[in-house]
């Protein structure tokens, strides 16, 4: 399940899978890698651990990440419509 999530985010955000588990910094795929944090988290239950695990990254570094995003899109306009955009494309 996690795996169809992360590919419809990288759909959602015109990124390979392969991209989101990268080291890439690229702005487009690190903010596309730290939503599926948040999304995977929050929206799906999935605990830091297994999603630290699964992108090869630490549980710190994740756990960041997901508290980033909570914060802008809680903030900031542009980044709460992207959620909204990404959680409705998850589901249809």
Do not use: P, W
Not at 26 to 31: A, H, V
Not at 60 to 76: E, P
Request: proline fraction near 0%.
């Amino acid at each position: 399940m996690i795996e169809e999530i992360v590919e419809k985010i990288a759909n959602f955000f015109c990124v390979t899978k392969e991209d989101l588990l990268s080291r890439n910094k690229l702005s487009k795929i690190s903010s596309a890698r730290n939503f599926c944090y948040y999304v995977l988290h929050c929206d799906y239950g999935y605990s830091i651990s297994k999603i630290a695990r699964f992108f090869g990254r630490t549980a710190r570094c994740v756990n960041y990440q997901i508290a980033t995003i909570k914060y802008l899109t809680k903030n900031i306009k542009s980044y709460k419509q992207d959620y909204e955009c990404l959680t409705y494309s998850i589901i249809n």
